[in-house]
T-cell receptor
Framework: EAQVTQNPRYLITVTGKKLTVTCSQNMNHEYMSWYRQDPGLGLRQIYYSMNVEVTDKGDVPEGYKVSRKEKRNFPLILESPSPNQTSLYFC???????????FGDGTRLSIL | RKEVEQDPGPFNVPEGATVAFNCTYS??????FFWYRQDCRKEPKLLMS???SGNEDGRFTAQLNRASQYISLLIRDSKLSDSATYLCVVESRSGTYKYIFGTGTRLKVLA
């Protein structure tokens, strides 16, 4: 089944404790992206990747890192999480950058 | 001015009604446009792409007006299952593929 898989689905953690949210897609998509969704602000793009080893900042990259060492994986890293990063996070992918994206189920992250 | 703007609603309509949403965008260089629907904080799901000539998929019709920089979504014969938040998405092509989402329009179809 074609899908975008994020893990974990839910995480409660504390300020400053490094965490990684994984994202994997099995559709051989070139384009992958991370979004956060907050009430009243909609989805905002954090980082995106056009292909392996190619990443670029979205609208809200501060406090996040990403890597794209393999085509299928695009992890989101929070080196020193803070409470303002509490949010609902979505990973998405598309065959190419100009095509519609498929979204993962989301990761609900709470940072205390 | 926001790059992509939508009326947040909610739009409360009876079953069988026709409802239309508009979405304005500010970047005249934008090349790709989409409508997604999102149910109660679940993942967004593609409803339809929006093409320059307009396109239709069953009860749904999407239109693009480049001169006035807006896209629209028309839903005919609304069903209870159409209740959701509709997100307009605009891709700003500035050498890379960056997506801007509207904050969404809530639709509630009433029995």
């Amino acid at each position: 089944e074609a899908q975008v898989t994020q893990n974990p689905r839910y995480l409660i953690t504390v300020t400053g404790k490094k965490l990684t949210v994984t994202c994997s897609q099995n559709m051989n998509h070139e384009y992958m992206s991370w979004y956060r969704q907050d009430p009243g602000l909609g989805l905002r793009q954090i980082y995106y990747s056009m292909n392996v080893e190619v990443t670029d900042k979205g609208d809200v990259p501060e406090g996040y890192k990403v890597s794209r060492k393999e085509k299928r994986n695009f992890p989101l890293i929070l080196e020193s999480p803070s409470p303002n990063q509490t949010s609902l996070y979505f990973c998405a992918s598309s065959l190419q950058g100009h095509q519609p994206q498929h979204f993962g189920d989301g990761t609900r992250l709470s940072i205390l | 001015r926001k790059e992509v703007e939508q009326d947040p609603g909610p739009f409360n309509v009876p079953e069988g009604a026709t409802v239309a949403f508009n979405c304005t965008y500010s970047n005249s260089a934008s090349q790709s446009f989409f409508w997604y629907r999102q149910d109660c904080r679940k993942e967004p799901k593609l409803l339809m792409s929006v093409y320059s000539s307009g396109n239709e998929d069953g009860r749904f019709t999407a239109q693009l007006n480049r001169a006035s920089q807006y896209i629209s979504l028309l839903i005919r014969d609304s069903k209870l299952s159409d209740s959701a938040t509709y997100l307009c998405v605009v891709e700003s092509r500035s050498g890379t593929y960056k997506y801007i989402f509207g904050t969404g329009t809530r639709l509630k179809v009433l029995a």
